[in-house]
């Protein structure tokens, strides 16, 4: 008893010492980062490296908001990251610590600056877009050679889901860019926060409702690439993850990533250091090693996203930036929309819609 | 001196461990939403001393609780979460009670084997049993890879995200505790009763009806309560085994918590699902006391 005492005792004091090595606590969404570029900073810096993952916005968000987090850096969405600087969840960069910011790229930070003017709050991480993962021969099967795999008519016309459920369909469950899809694809302005245009929005979904297997927003990565469903309306990144595991697994599923032709919502993933963060130096450490050429591009050749730095693309894969899937055309780039934060009172209305969409009822 | 240290513990625990929570729930309840952090106001300024005090309750209202019978999305999740819960517990306590009561005829010796072997599954987080079962459920499951291995079906059984995998999730996971309560009531059941009940003429059948079953049912009440009490607020459990049309009052909660920012209306769903679940408790905490009172 008495050793065990003095070893939990020897524990405790050196946890106690390690907590005074200095550290930094990075939050990132799930399967968004090329792993061993953690160790690389740890390496380099002498910095305790502590990686944790979420995959939704509206967790990060409530931990934003309700404060002592403990976390330095976490990566926001544009529209969240609004409404969280808003609420003084950030600090400002020290922009004296961030040389790597002369490698961003103008055509992102100018988009991104929509969000967080002059981006005094954020550096940008990845940014994609939200559209169609398609298992192509099921799909082809099933819908027929012409099967519209570019085109929100395949998951939002009935006729088309009736034939698909069998095979499985995936939505993500994240309202904010759903309920801009199902209103863009029926001509309205996707960014509307009207409720009467949102409410328009219902019965597209209703009449595909009993066809969608499931609204998540991360398992449809590995149910698309080992062949569990045959379309997920995901992000572009995670559709490609899941295209790369099922080519790596050789088990016949082949996926697709299309942004549907009718426009799809571009969004931009954003590194933001919280106002209470513990360790705000190691933290700005963190987002100049990110914006490192060479880093951001091992990053984005990992996990199939797009980033807002211009000196990375050098360094990117052929796969990476020669996809127009990732990196889109001049002009497809312009066909892609962007959101704005609702408002409470409206965001309530969008909340309820979706969770009535939901439970089908 | 003694007696009331003892007395007073449970007292300061009550305290410590559920007034003092659900008080700050309480008051969030009262407040209302604002863009800040934490995202809700009136905050209780303590620094202003009775000034704070007063503006913090004049600022006070019940809005957020007439909110709620505004939309009747509330009480069909309150309504369906009893269902899931009632439902639920009959079929644990179904398989539960076959279990205790071949547990408690089981041979003396081999009795705190077969306990261990109940107790057992809590060694493994209970996260990473319901993800086993999301293993086992799914289309490309171990279940329907057997089934159709057996031929016993041609396509997969679609199990996985339904309501149907809710309750084999949650019979699974409170299984233990519909169990222990009946098999301590069966273990003291006294053997001579039923011989008596046989020699008066019984059926074993009816000897089972007549002796066992009443004998066994301060443990059957207990086991429900324990199963039924914590299934209403289930979230886990429906969130990753249910599918989008499982409606249960804890993904609501989690909804106006997360999705809406609205931590005042989320206080307020919370409370008046613990005002729902008192009347349970109560019931519950009655019966024990009957219990002991007979036994005393």
């Known amino acids: ?126 940014w994609g877009t939200t559209g169609l993962g398609v298992n192509v021969p099921k799909v082809q099967e099933i819908l027929g050679e012409d099967a519209p795999i570019d085109s929100w008519d395949l998951v939002f016309k009935p006729e088309n889901m009736e034939k698909l459920a069998a095979c499985g369909v995936y939505f993500l469950d994240a309202p904010s860019e759903m309920i801009p899809a199902a209103l863009k694809y029926i001509g309205e302005d996707p960014d509307s926060h009207d409720p ?76 933001a250091i919280p106002v209470d963060a513990p360790n705000p130096d190691a933290a700005h450490k963190f987002l100049n090693f990110i914006m490192d050429p060479e880093n951001m591009a091992a990053a984005s050749n990992y996990v199939y996203y797009a980033n807002g730095n211009k000196a990375s693309q050098e360094f990117l894969a052929e796969d990476v930036i020669g996809d127009p899937a990732i990196y889109p055309s001049e002009e497809a780039l312009n066909n892609l929309f962007t959101t704005t934060p609702y408002e409470p009172k409206v965001q309530r209305v969008v909340t309820r819609l979706w969770t009535k969409i939901k439970s089908g009822s | 001196m003694r007696r009331f240290v003892l007395i007073a513990i449970p007292y300061v625990w009550l305290l410590a461990l559920f007034l003092v929570p659900f008080l700050i729930v309480l008051k969030i309840s009262l407040s209302d939403i604002a863009l800040a952090r934490p995202p809700y106001t009136p905050q209780l300024d303590f620094a202003a001393g009775w000034e704070g005090l007063k503006s913090f309750f004049s600022e006070l209202d019940f809005e957020n609780f007439t909110f709620l019978t505004t939309d009747d999305l509330y009480w069909k999740a309150y309504l369906s979460s009893l269902k899931i819960a009632a439902i639920s517990t009959f079929l644990t306590l179904l398989v539960g009670y076959p279990v205790a009561y071949a547990m408690a005829r089981a041979p003396e010796e081999w009795r705190p084997t077969l306990l261990m072997l109940v107790i057992l599954p809590f060694w493994t987080s209970f996260l990473i049993r319901v993800y086993s079962w999301m293993g086992i459920l799914s289309n490309e499951g171990v279940l329907n890879q057997v089934l159709l291995w057996l031929g016993i079906i041609d396509t997969p ?43 008066l003429g019984c059926s074993r059948l009816e000897a089972f009806w007549l002796v066992t079953w009443p004998l066994s049912r301060n443990g059957i009440i207990a086991g429900c309560f324990l199963v039924f009490i914590p299934t209403i607020g289930e979230f886990v459990i429906p969130s990753l085994l249910g599918g989008s049309d499982t409606l249960m009052i804890g993904k609501v909660l989690w909804e106006e918590f997360f999705s809406n920012r609205d931590w005042p209306v989320a206080s307020a769903v919370a409370v008046v699902l613990l005002l729902i679940l008192i009347i349970p408790i109560i019931l519950f905490q009655r019966n024990e006391q009957k219990q002991r009172e007979a036994e005393g």
């Open chain 2, 157 to 199: 059984l679609h199990i996985m995200n339904t309501t149907t995998a809710v309750y084999i999730g949650v019979v699974y996971t409170y299984l233990p505790f519909m169990i222990l309560p009946i098999y301590s009531a069966l273990e003291k059941l006294d053997g001579s009763l039923l011989e008596a009940a046989e020699d």
């Open chain 1, 1 to 126: 008893m008495k050793t065990s005492l003095l070893t939990f005792t020897a524990t405790l004091a050196l946890a106690a010492a390690s907590a005074h090595a200095e550290e930094v606590r990075v939050y990132n969404w799930s399967d968004y980062i090329d792993e061993s570029l953690l160790e690389k900073f740890e390496q380099e810096t002498g910095i305790d490296l502590i990686y944790d993952v979420f995959d939704s916005n509206e967790v990060l968000e409530t931990k934003m908001l309700a404060g002592g987090s403990g976390y330095d850096v976490v990566v926001p969405t544009g529209t969240f990251l609004q409404r969280q600087i808003a609420a003084g969840s950030f600090q400002k960069l020290d922009k004296s610590k961030l040389p790597n910011l002369e490698n961003m790229w103008d055509v992102i930070s100018e988009r991104t600056s929509k969000y967080d003017p002059g981006n005094d709050y954020a550096i940008n991480y990845m």
């Open chain 1, 196 to 271: 009467d245009v949102i409410a328009k929005a219902e019965p597209v979904y209703m009449a595909i409702r009993p066809y969608i297997r499931k609204f998540h927003s991360s398992e449809y990565i590995n149910a698309l690439a080992n062949g569990e469903i045959c379309v997920a309306v995901g992000w572009s990144g995670d559709i490609l993850q899941a295209r790369d595991r099922a080519a790596e697994a050789e088990n016949g599923v082949e996926v697709a990533y299309n942004a549907p032709k009718e426009g799809a919502q571009m969004w931009f993933d954003e590194m």
